[in-house]
């Protein structure tokens, strides 16, 4: 009872700490509220932690707790020839486990390189058991040398059979190791020594709060029972202990109920480190149709005996039915207007293209304001290109991203696997493979080994060369360096005859912009006077996107040198970008901010008058525009879910403005997160997160997207209607993601 009380003002500890920041999310919540909603959700958790300390401690001294100074007191006070013994146990388990965490931690990162993360995990599973099993026979076949070596010296120096001196020393050692390991190592965990793999821990998207906040619930619950169980006067405190849990399942049973009504506390709980994780789990605990989302802790299902219905479920129009729990059914979407027709007579016949996607790719590039020169090559490309303004990626996350960026349809469209890294079927027809038909030679390549052909990527391709692929697979994220190898592969495959000897389709991805990020001999001094971590690191992101402009312009000024360069375009943009501190955020995957969707786009057409595109545009369009560069026919209406932009790249205004509709389908590690932008550019964007959590945004007044303006229903009604009728043109495929 003790210890959970422990455990909970723990937990009442780490709400106070974690509100603060959560805050940040929705300032317009009060700072009380989140501290007790966070509370409410860590509760049940911070007692749990502190009965499995408690059930331990009763474990090992089962006549009552005594304090870690008892505790080495009596140790020291064990007879000589067992004192002896466990001052050469304890330093060697110390010094395995270090050494068993090192061999475990460069595995684990081998095997994921193969990009199966749930055979991997069986895989560091069974490894991790013969490393247990193999260590202990180590140890065992140590102990009697060592303790003969340390009884030894004792007649000199006594301590060396004491386990507190020769347990402490050898924690000295291992601290000092595994300090020595996160400085020499870089952030993708390479260095010169083994130890360098404890680099990863500087990455500063690699959030451990939930790691230290979790301790201290531990350590509350294991104090507690020291400081307040002892003595004779035991039943008060037991008697404040069993009030205090009380009191805190009541509170959570109310709060399960009152966060269905606050919408911008729950908004800031899904930004604290341990209570959005905490949530996600009491979520998961009162699901009862197990549809993935609960009718309490604000998560949204209207119907928790309907697996059919829930914030994540497609809403039929017009049956009468609130599959999505928004509070009312779909309705049937008004007729679309016809798209509008492409003047074919303008563009160039049998042109050949070259399509570049740079992965987590800013807006932040030269030819669209930005003031340090990371792109001089593309801006030299742009120079005679057209240059798209306002361009948006359907996701912020590259496998929802980039596979519907070449089918042409929204993410929700596409036929794809639940895993984190979506597979996509066959049953999708991709550009390459509509160009194929048309007997262009389709080829490319990209050096992450996410795009190798089991995810169904390189459909469609003759060629396709992944030899720029490190050994280890360039995974997630980590610190190899590929541009240069890319551009290799990119220029033997454009001087093959069987490529380029009639017309052609290469796609190229590179992925050096993606974190980590490594500094590069030569590149320019992108940090200045700025100082601080964050400003490291995007001194950092510029170099690497100053090192992929310098390969990629060697495939950009080989294709001008050729014959064939001069019928054949280029178009180069992102598969989505990235935070560098916009929303209290370092990384991207999770959320739909301008700075994670709105990309660099650039079009060079042979003949077209190089000009700037400034209204709203998505990548939705880019098949279709694909299409029409290319001379070949557009599908039957309804496959492809946007429409060409050749207009907009062969006429100078004035350009129609269209919606923009956002579509991040739910994964086993990020979030469902939908948008639409109308309106006049820049419009007005509606960020919808499932059931009926909306956000609002007049994006001309606030780029920045810190005011948000859901509370106003006359501004917000209008954008949800829009929303919807969108969403109802939309043919989503329902996919249940893996399970994390």
């Keep these: 009872m003790i210890a959970c009380e422990g455990g909970l003002a723990g937990a009442a500890l780490v709400a106070a700490v974690e509100a603060r920041e959560a805050l940040s999310a929705a300032p317009t919540a009060s700072a009380l509220d989140v501290t007790l909603a966070d509370f409410s959700v860590l509760a049940p958790i911070a007692m749990l932690v ?6 331990v401690h009763l474990y090992f001294e089962p006549d009552g707790p005594r304090a870690p100074a008892e505790l080495l007191a009596a140790i020291r006070e064990e007879p000589v020839l067992t004192r002896s013994r466990t001052a050469a146990v304890v330093p060697l388990g110390v010094v395995f486990g270090f050494v068993a965490t090192v061999v475990l931690a460069h595995v684990a990162r081998a095997l994921l390189a193969r990009g199966d993360p749930r055979a991997v995990g069986l895989e560091l599973a069974g490894i991790g058991a013969c490393l247990v099993f193999a260590g202990a026979l180590v140890v065992l076949a140590l102990v009697s040398p060592v303790r003969r070596g340390l009884a030894a010296g004792a007649d000199r120096s006594p301590r060396l059979i004491d386990p507190v001196t020769t347990g402490g020393v050898a924690l000295a050692l291992v601290v000092l190791a595994f300090a020595y390991g996160v400085v020499s190592g870089d952030s993708g965990g390479d260095g010169p020594t083994p130890l360098a793999i404890f680099g ?29 169980g002892r003595g004779r006067r035991v039943v008060r405190p037991v008697a404040v202990a069993v009030l205090a849990i009380a009191g805190s399942i009541g509170w959570t049973a109310h709060e399960a109920s009152a966060l269905n009504r606050a919408p911008m506390v729950i908004r800031a709980i899904e930004q604290a480190p341990l209570g959005r994780i905490a949530l996600r789990l009491a979520r998961r605990a009162t699901d ?21 219905r829930n914030p994540l479920a497609y809403d039929i129009p017009g049956n009468g039915i609130d599959e999505d729990c928004s509070g009312a059914d779909t309705p049937v979407p008004p007729p679309q207007a016809p798209p509008q027709l492409p003047p074919t007579a303008k563009v160039p016949h049998d042109l050949n293209l070259v399509l570049v996607t740079v992965d987590t790719l800013r807006l932040d590039v030269g030819f669209a304001g930005y003031d340090k020169p990371t792109t001089p090559n593309l801006d030299k490309l742009a120079e005679r290109s057209v240059v798209f303004d306002r361009m948006y990626s359907m996701a912020s996350y590259t496998g929802k991203s980039v596979g519907p960026l070449l089918i042409g349809k929204y993410p929700s469209e596409t036929d794809r696997d639940g895993g984190h890294f979506n597979k996509y079927s066959p049953k999708n027809v991709f550009v390459t493979e509509r160009l194929h038909d048309a007997h262009i030679r389709t080829f490319g390549g990209a050096s992450h080994w996410y795009f190798s052909p089991w995810s169904g990527l390189s459909q469609g391709m003759d060629e396709w060369d992944m030899s720029a692929k490190p050994s280890d697979g360039q995974g997630e994220s980590d610190t190899s360096i590929t541009s240069a190898q890319l551009s290799d592969a990119a220029l033997r495959m454009l001087k093959k005859p069987e490529n380029t000897s009639g017309r052609f389709f290469m796609w190229l991805h590179y992925f050096d912009p993606h974190a980590e990020y490594m500094a590069h001999d030569g590149a320019p001094d992108f940090l200045g006077s700025a100082r601080g971590g964050a400003a490291g690191y995007r001194a950092l992101y510029d170099g690497e996107v100053w090192f992929t402009d310098k390969h990629l312009g060697r495939v950009l000024d080989y294709i001008a040198s050729q014959p064939w ?68 026919e557009q599908p039957e209406a309804g496959e492809l879910s946007g429409q060409s932009m050749i207009r907009d790249v062969v006429e100078q205004g004035p350009y129609p403005e269209r919606d923009v509709y956002i579509d991040m389908p739910v994964g086993p590690y990020t979030l ?66 893996d399970e994390p």
């Design 50 to 55: 502190a009965l499995g300390v408690a059930a």
């Design 200 to 228: 990863v821990l500087r990455r500063p998207e690699l959030d451990l709060r939930p790691v230290f906040d979790a301790a201290t619930f531990a350590a509350c619950g294991y104090l507690f029972p020291i400081a307040l």
């Design 288 to 308: 009862r149709d197990h549809d993935g989302a609960s009718p309490f802790f604000g998560g949204g299902d209207c119907d928790d005996h309907d697996p059919r």
């Design 565 to 632: 360069g001069e019928h054949t375009a280029i178009i180069v943009t992102s598969d989505h970008g990235e935070a560098f501190g916009e929303h209290n955020m370092s990384w991207h995957g999770m959320e739909l901010w301008e700075c994670l969707v709105r990309v660099p786009f650039i079009v060079y057409l042979p003949g077209a008058t190089p000009h700037h595109v400034e209204v709203k545009r998505s990548h939705v369009d880019l098949v279709p525009t694909l299409l029409d560069v290319m001379g070949v």
């Design 672 to 737: 469902m997160r939908k948008a639409i932008i109308v309106g006049p550019t820049p419009g007005t964007k509606l960020i919808y997160a499932g059931g009926k959590n909306f956000q609002l945004y007049d994006l001309a007044a606030d780029p920045e997207e810190k005011n948000d303006l859901s509370g106003d229903e006359a501004r917000l009604g209008p954008m949800k209607e829009a929303f919807e009728a969108q969403r109802a043109r939309t043919k989503e495929i329902e996919v249940k993601p």
